[in-house]
């Protein structure tokens, strides 16, 4: 059976990049954010390697990917990413920041995959991130989910396995490193996936060429939406501990566990 | 200040977006493509096996090896091809093949080199190959595709031998051509060669390779294909001890292998019983390294560029951790930023880099655009019945004539084909030497400067980006397929063709008008640079020295040369100064750059005028030293004295004209009686003749006003702008 597979992802500042909130005229939102790099949300873009791999192993299957983001920058990092995997763009132009309300994004995006053209909810799959890099509430996708009628929804996602007869067996982060297992009859489900056992796609230009020819007009297509925002802000300021990142090479797997380990026992 | 706005500068480094607008990318979506998968490569795998001192080793290593590899995945190795040999990208690939190198080199050149050799060994088939030939070696160059199982072929390139002295000499060879056999249709032909140098020689399959005639049955040279499972003697030889690049496979080959004529690049045709090659090895050299060249100028750019954030790193935080620097404290957020001489030496590194990068990637483009058009010519020329080199010269000579007369009307594209790959072709010969030279000898110099500017860290392999590596790099690709010495004599020749010197003068008036529009560029610099340049090359070859021998011929070096580096100068600053207008014209048109555009837009035309200063002094200084330098001096012989005043008559005149004895020491130099002349340095210097070039010179020099004053504005916006918190691979 195939799966008809859409992805839910935005995209984030590098998070090599320092980040400082900022009130603009238009409200809350990062210093220099037009111009810092962006790349796919981590969480969501775990999610989209899940899918291909799963499109990958089942004939008939597609993936979708539904991008909430400025168009302009969904570009940019369009330019590594449609090199990873096979998909077909959904954009939608809207800020990337953590500033804009949950639920109305999640209406949007609804809306989005709604109207996919030649998409059967009967195989629907809805992908996406556990929780997003940029505000980490994690609950647009599963808001997203409820618009759309999908109410078997499973978060921190680490791996599923199809069986025989078409259902699910899912593995879910719960504390302590552990899993809870559980089962799910087939689609349309929600899955909120943590880091699974993928790991990244090198990037391939001849892939990203076969994509980027609809990518291109998905992005021009893309409609503009602006939802409300979260709440208003009485104001946004550094977070009062700066992040002290240390910068060490050469450092062994071993080494690093060990001060791992001290750093939580302190 | 109050009341005075803060002019709008950069807030971040440049990103892709301004990148794409800056090199002409922005709608080019397989480069972009091309370079973030590049990119990957660079600052994981290669930066990692940097860090992990590889480069410690002249051997190729099995972690070394590994690379090829990521170079397949990434889609690297498969650039160069067209689709239909599994390529991706349809149409010349020289810039797609700069661009690898500059973001390979950002990281280490070494491996760019490693990426960019096998490309350089498929050059001769592609440029010159039969379609046989293009089709059997470059398809097999293509990476094994899902559900295949096949090796990949990987090329080196074997020009340079063990002759003492002799890198990249075209005109001399010691690798010999025989015939073997010749009982059938196919001749089977012995190759004797010993390469030097040869990148790519740990691990290639094939290697086209330089040989000459030692058979009378063979004429001339050419270029033949070698596979590693020929008959004979295919030595890989020892690797080479390099300094440099030791993430590139280097050795010295030996062959002795038994090949089929079917080998020779070009093919062959049998003439009274003797084996023409179609091609001879230079003719092949000539079409590869003209366009390979201009990839080597762009590794060094990419080195300069790569300097600016790891030195604004260091500069930031130098003196943080001590227990007297509290954090907020200038001190501790501005480190040696706090002090002017940093920020504007870094400056000076980043114009540079700018002005490298844009010859360069405008090099690339010029070349992807007359790659069709010269293979077009070669079409009309054999419609035409125009072979052989001297002929297609005479032809081309005609055609030069008409080049110059469209000239009148620059902008309108010329009908004639003909024509129009006489104005690119004659731009891509002067420009290819120049990023080459220029590039990688300023390039060498300015990175010394960056690695100076690390000065806490010393010349240590801890210095972050890599830079004391890059130092070194730097210099050896200064002598990358031809040294310096190649590269100006080249220019020396290309650069006096009418129909260059015809744009040359047109890009004068070019610069003056956008001078008017847009005064802060300094683009009219540049143009008085550009006018006194024009006047100094015709002035030097109508002119003789002062015993009478000729200035600008193509032995006296000492003239040809630093007037052709002086040029060199002049076209990067120009290439740069276009492409931040061009940043200008097309950010306007992108709403999602609206509130930032304005503010690269300034900080880029203020390193602009920084460099077209730096440019028009370079210039100025040779063409006054070559203007004046070989003028004899005065001095008070008797030649000199004719010139001079005597005393008698100065005395006589007073007469005439009191007051004239005595200020006519003041004025003049005037001899007494006896031979004794004014205790000076010596006798004044007269120029009747060069009042133009006086002229020109003192225009030059004002024209310099407000240099300074942008890279004050531009230090400045190097202590505000912002830079990653952390590097994106490991230093």
């Not at chain 1, 609804?110 to 509430?137: H, N, P, Q, T, Y």
């Not at chain 2, 405008?362 to 069709?372: K, N, Q, S, V």
Request: aromatic share 8%.
């Amino acid at each position: 059976m195939g799966y008809h597979i859409v992805v839910c992802a935005g995209i984030v500042p590098d998070p090599l990049q320092s980040l400082e909130p900022v009130m603009g005229p238009g409200g809350p939102g990062l210093k220099n954010e037009a111009m810092l790099p962006a790349v796919l949300d981590p969480w969501g873009a775990h999610a989209l390697y899940e899918a291909a791999h799963l499109a990958r192993q089942h004939a008939d299957s597609k993936v979708w990917l539904v991008s909430f983001a400025p168009k302009a920058k969904l570009q940019q990092v369009m330019m590594t990413i449609a090199q990873k995997v096979a998909f077909e763009l959904v954009a939608i132009d809207g800020a990337a920041h953590g500033f804009t309300d949950a639920s109305g994004v999640a209406a949007t995006i609804a809306e989005a995959v709604a109207g996919i053209a030649g998409l059967d909810r009967s195989k629907l799959l809805l992908f996406g991130g556990w929780e997003s890099a940029s505000r980490a509430a994690g609950a647009t996708l599963s808001m997203a989910g409820e618009r759309l009628g999908i109410t078997d929804q499973f978060f921190g996602v680490d791996g599923i396995t199809v069986g025989a007869d078409g259902s699910f067996e899912i593995l879910e982060r719960v504390e302590g490193g552990q899993h809870q297992v559980s089962n799910c009859g087939g689609p349309p489900a929600v899955f909120g996936w943590a880091t699974g056992s993928l790991h990244e796609p090198a990037n391939n230009p001849q892939l990203g060429m076969t994509n980027m020819r609809a990518l291109i007009p998905a992005l021009q297509r893309a409609k503009a939406a602006s939802p409300a925002p979260a709440g208003t802000f009485a104001g946004v300021a550094v977070p009062s501990q700066r992040r002290e990142t240390r910068i060490v090479k050469d450092q062994s797997p071993d080494a690093i566990a060990k001060e791992i380990v001290e750093w939580i026992r302190q | 200040m109050p009341g005075v706005a803060t002019p709008e500068s950069l807030r971040t480094l440049p990103t892709d977006e301004i990148r794409q607008l800056l090199w002409r990318l922005s709608d080019r979506y397989a480069h972009q493509l091309l370079i973030q998968s590049a990119r990957a490569v660079a600052r994981g795998p290669v930066a990692r096996l940097v860090a992990a001192g590889q480069r410690h080793s002249h051997d190729w290593t099995p972690e070394k090896a590994a690379l090829l590899q990521e170079f397949d995945a990434a889609g690297l190795t498969s650039v160069y091809l067209d689709p239909e040999h599994g390529g991706f990208i349809d149409g010349p690939k020289n810039l797609a093949l700069a661009l690898v190198a500059f973001e390979l080199a950002w990281v280490d050149a070494g491996a760019a080199t490693c990426s960019l050799a096998g490309h350089l060994a498929l050059a001769p088939i592609h440029e010159r190959g039969t379609p046989e030939q293009r089709a059997f070696y470059l398809s097999r160059t293509l990476p094994a595709q899902p559900g295949e199982d096949r090796q990949t072929w990987r090329g080196a390139f074997c020009l340079t031998e063990p002759i003492p002295y002799v890198g990249v000499e075209t005109g001399l060879l010691n690798g010999k051509l025989r015939v073997d056999s010749w009982d059938g249709a196919e001749p089977m032909l012995r190759v004797e060669k010993r390469g030097r140098f040869i990148t790519n020689m740990g691990f290639a399959t094939f290697v086209t390779a330089a040989v000459d005639s030692d058979d009378e049955r063979i004429k001339g040279s050419c270029m033949v294909v070698l596979e590693e499972t020929d008959p004979g003697v295919f030595d890989r030889g020892t690797p080479t001890r390099k300094l440099v690049h030791q993430l590139s496979s280097t050795n010295d080959p030996i062959f002795s292998l038994t090949v089929p004529a079917s080998r020779i690049v070009g093919g062959y045709t049998v003439e009274n019983g003797v084996i023409v090659p179609r091609f001879s090895h230079g003719e092949v050299i000539e079409a590869v390294f003209r366009r390979t060249r201009v990839t080597v100028g762009l590794m060094t750019a990419a080195k300069l560029l790569s300097a600016v954030e790891p030195v604004l790193r260091y500069q930031r935080t130098r003196f943080r951790g001590g227990e007297s620097i509290a954090p907020g404290s200038p001190r501790y957020e501005l480190g040696l930023q706090q002090r002017e001489d940093a920020i504007h030496r870094l400056v000076d590194i980043w114009a540079a880099g700018e002005a490298s990068a844009s010859i360069g990637f405008a090099t690339a483009r010029l070349f992807d655009e007359l790659d069709p058009i010269e293979r077009r010519k070669q079409e009309i020329f054999a419609e035409r019945g125009i072979a052989g080199a001297r002929a297609q010269m005479r032809a081309m000579a005609k055609i030069s004539d008409e080049a110059v007369a469209h000239l009148r009307d620059p902008q309108a594209k010329p009908a004639d084909e003909l024509v129009n790959y006489a104005l690119l072709d004659s731009v891509a010969n002067v420009l290819c030497p120049a990023v080459k030279l220029w590039n990688t000898g300023q390039g060498a110099t300015m990175m010394r400067e960056a690695v100076s500017l690390m000065g806490g860290y010393g010349i240590t392999e801890d210095c972050p980006g890599f830079l004391g590596y890059k130092w070194m790099d730097s210099q050896l690709e200064a002598t990358y397929e031809g040294p310096e010495a190649v590269q100006r004599r080249q220019l020396s020749i290309t650069m006096t063709n009418d129909v260059f010197l015809a744009q040359f003068h047109f890009w004068t008036r070019e610069m003056r008008a956008i001078a008017a529009r847009r005064p802060g560029t300094g683009a009219c610099t540049i143009a008085s640079a550009m006018q006194l340049w024009s006047w100094t090359l015709a002035h030097l070859q109508r002119t003789a020295d002062a015993n009478g021998a000729k200035l600008y011929q193509g032995n006296r070096q000492g003239v040809t040369f630093p007037l052709a580096d002086a040029l060199c100068w002049l076209l990067a600053a120009r290439c740069q100064i276009l492409d931040v207008l061009e940043l200008e014209a097309r950010a306007a048109e992108r709403p999602d750059l609206a509130d930032v555009s304005a503010g690269y837009v300034a900080f880029l035309s203020d390193l602009c005028h920084v460099q077209a200063a730096r440019a028009a002094g370079e210039a100025g200084r040779i063409c006054t030293e070559l203007v004046y330098g070989y003028r004899r001096h005065p001095s008070w012989d008797d030649a000199c004295a004719a010139g001079c005043c005597q005393s008698e008559a100065a005395d006589a005149l007073e007469g005439l004209i009191p007051g004239f004895g005595a200020s006519a020491v003041t004025y003049m130099d005037v001899i007494e009686a006896d031979g004794a002349h004014p205790d000076k340095a010596g006798p004044c210097v007269r120029f009747p003749a060069l009042q133009t070039f006086q002229r020109l010179r003192a225009k030059l020099d004002g024209c310099l006003t407000g240099a300074r004053l942008a890279k004050d504005r531009a230090a400045d916006a190097l202590t505000k702008v912002m830079i990653p918190e952390a590097p994106d691979y490991p230093a």
